[in-house]
């Protein structure tokens, strides 16, 4: 395929080089800049460099427009209103994971296949596109469109040695909000992990050696059964007073980790109740115990 990338970010350069190393073209790079246009043209080795949506090549077979969320409309727009395009013969797809592929509507009413295409993987700022080129491989990939175009996305995701997920649209903040808990929220509860090692006299960056592999196995146990299965530790065990505890220590020590610790045990109960591992007068316990240490109310 000649394939177009629309955005010179970490997600269009990543992917980008994953589509040239599976042996497809990449045709032109267009981004914001030139210096950014530039630059992503020398990583995916793309002479036709751009900020003008007009140096899109006749002969593009698939346009991945991998800006950020807000700016798709717009390209979308863009790219639609482009002459000496055979859009009928074209695939244009987003890697957003907020928006579905009605924002492509304009390109679908030219002819072209429209689907949404985001990556679930994370794409850091701070790292270097050829870091996280490998850990892209073989993702899977949220899409939505009609059926022929989700026909389409499960061929350029085989093609890229990935998966599909496809995802109702009247569903696609449901399931972006599932990709942040995967990764930012998993992010700050070991910001919160470090913090509490720091407290404990622990140096700087040194928690994770000293924490990975206990969260190394328990990822291995959910993947091996699931999560009710793997839940372990003292609210498995019906632990109120070993709780009580952590909570008291942590109200005089670290109280502003307080409203976390009382919102994870709280979903933890809920965990437990589902394996069957604690009684009623437990879990009522354990709630009671909570709405003691829940912040005030405005």
Do not use: W
């Not at 899409?143 to 040695?161: E, N, Q």
């Not at 928690?207 to 196995?217: D, G, H, K, L, Y």
């Not at 065990?237 to 220590?249: K, Q, W």
Request: proline letters at 6%.
């Amino acid at each position: 395929m000649n394939v177009v990338i629309i955005g010179a970010g970490k997600v269009g350069l990543v992917l980008g080089r994953i589509l040239r190393e599976e042996g497809q073209r990449i045709v032109c790079v267009v981004s914001r800049t030139s210096g950014s246009a530039r630059k992503g043209g020398r990583f995916l080795k793309c002479a036709r460099t751009s900020t003008s949506l007009e140096s899109i090549p006749a002969g593009t077979d698939l346009v991945y427009i991998t800006t950020p969320h807000s700016a798709v409309e717009e390209v979308a727009g863009g790219l639609a209103r482009l002459e000496g395009l055979d859009f009928r013969r074209m695939a244009v797809c987003h890697a957003s994971g907020m928006l579905t592929s009605s924002v492509l509507s304009p390109l679908a009413e030219r002819g072209a296949t429209v689907f949404s295409f985001h990556p679930l993987q994370t794409f850091p700022r701070d790292f270097e596109p050829d870091r996280i080129v490998p850990r892209a491989r073989g993702i899977y990939f949220g899409v939505d469109g009609s059926p022929a175009a989700v026909r389409k996305a499960r061929r350029l995701a085989r093609l890229m040695g990935s998966r599909v997920v496809v995802i109702p649209p009247e569903l696609r903040p449901l399931y972006h909000a599932a990709c942040v808990v995967a990764s930012n929220h998993l992010t700050a509860l070991l910001a919160v992990l470090e913090e509490m090692y720091a407290f404990l006299g622990g140096v700087q960056g040194g928690f994770f050696p000293v924490f990975s592999p206990i969260v190394a196995a328990t990822l291995g146990n959910v993947e091996r059964t699931s999560p009710v299965a793997a839940l372990s530790g003292p609210v498995a065990r019906g632990g109120v007073d070993t709780i009580a505890g952590h909570l008291a220590i942590l109200r005089d020590t670290m109280p502003q980790l307080i409203p976390y610790y009382a919102a994870m045990t709280q979903e933890t109960v809920r965990l437990a109740g589902k394996k069957g591992s604690i009684t009623e007068e437990q879990r009522e316990r354990f709630l009671r115990l909570l709405r003691d240490y829940a912040p005030p109310t405005s």
